[in-house]
């Protein structure tokens, strides 16, 4: 397959080192202000370099690589929230020119997904988001392979707030200290507002309930609580109790809810640091659980890329 790939942060960058391994060349990779397109396939270290050294990755601009003749366009552009711009305009880019759409974008399959699945129904091209929900933990082509037998999910869906409470529970030590320490360590972005409020994990549980369920939702249909004003002392009265708290996301009944929980202190969802783990409960398979790293970009782009070997090709 020919990759176009729109962001080059961590997880664009990735999907350009590793796409060669598995047998596609990207002929294209855009930043918010540059772009640069190969027909023959660009060098990832070339493309690597120029940013480093100019923070430009090409002469060419964002347009030629959404123009540039790819096969699939990887959209790891920042998610936005409401109009989910502007990832949603690329998704729209790709299928009006009959191209497939990969994204870890989480945006606009939580925000917009009854239009992404309408442009994709007009269009030759499809639409696979794997990457959006659990970084490399295959939860939504386990969800397919099941064919409808998952009723709910539930799990821990975000690595910046699990090592935070993870840290907290285990030394005793308290969120502003955690968090600066996570910060250092790369765990967490400078601004972790989307992490600590609960944001990021309820995007990728409206991501699930818009598989699972006919109805469609958004981020407004959630019900979100962080892990900011959490005091120490709460995990402290837990751990007396045998148990520990976990932000744990959950997709049932309909609704989507995020927010704080007690867990079992060795139970199935107390995963410690940056894993996630999902829990999908199944009509004829019973619990099964799936844990791995929920970020990252070579396990986001690892997710990607199985995505791409999903699809059909000419």
Same mark, same amino acid.
């Not at 990735?14 to 023959?40: K, T």
């Not at 045998?242 to 107390?270: C, H, Q, S, Y």
């Given at each position: 397959?020919?990759?176009? &790939?729109?962001?080059?942060? =961590?997880?664009? @960058? ?9 047998? %596609? ?26 940013? *480093? ?25 920042? @998610?936005?929230?409401?109009? =989910?711009?502007?990832?949603?305009? *690329? ?5 009006? /020119?009959?191209? %497939? ?6 945006? !606009? ?10 442009? $994709? ?16 933990? !295959? ?6 392979? +099941? ?12 690595? @910046?707030?699990?090592?935070? +409470? ?10 502003? %200290? ?35 369920? $006919?109805?469609?939702? @958004? ?10 004003? +959490? ?13 520990? #708290?976990?932000? &744990? ?14 867990? !079992? ?11 996630? &783990? ?5 009509? *004829? ?7 791995? /790293? ?6 986001? =782009?690892?997710? #990607? ?10």
């Amino acid at each position: 397959m020919r990759l176009a &790939i729109v962001g080059s942060g =961590a997880v664009g @960058t990735s999907v350009l080192e590793l796409a060669g391994g598995y047998g %596609h060349d990207v002929v294209g990779v855009a930043d918010s202000s540059s772009g640069a397109v190969d027909a023959a396939g660009l060098d990832p270290e070339a493309v690597r370099s120029r940013k *480093h050294e100019q923070d430009t990755v090409g002469d060419g601009t964002p347009e030629d690589v959404l123009e540039a003749d790819y096969d699939v366009l990887v959209e790891a552009t920042p @998610t936005t929230l409401g109009d =989910a711009e502007p990832g949603f305009s *690329h998704v729209e880019c790709a299928l009006e /020119r009959d191209r %497939h759409v990969v994204l870890a974008n989480k945006g !606009p399959v939580a925000e917009r997904y009854d239009d992404v699945r309408a442009l $994709e129904a007009d269009s030759a091209g499809s639409v696979l988001f794997e990457a959006a929900v659990g970084g490399a933990i !295959p939860v939504l082509s386990t969800i397919d392979d +099941l064919n409808g037998q998952v009723t709910a999910a539930r799990g821990v869906l975000n690595g @910046t707030a699990n090592f935070v +409470l993870s840290r907290m529970a285990a030394e005793g030590l308290g969120y502003e %200290h955690v968090l600066a320490e996570a910060q250092d360590l790369g765990v967490a972005e400078a601004d972790p507002t989307f992490d600590v409020e609960g944001v990021d994990a309820a995007l990728k549980c409206v991501i699930l309930a818009n598989v699972l369920y $006919e109805d469609t939702y @958004t981020l407004e249909d959630a019900e979100v609580e962080g892990i900011d004003d +959490l005091p120490g002392s709460a995990l402290e009265l837990a751990a007396e109790d045998g148990r520990t #708290i976990r932000l &744990i996301g959950e997709v049932a009944d309909g609704d989507v809810r995020v927010g704080p929980r007690l867990v !079992p202190e060795n139970g199935t969802l107390a995963v410690s640091g940056t894993l996630n &783990i999902v829990q999908l409960e199944t009509q *004829h398979a019973g619990r099964l659980n799936i844990s791995g /790293r929920g970020a990252g970009g070579p396990e986001t =782009a690892s997710a #990607i890329l199985a995505d791409v070997g999903r699809l059909p090709s000419e």
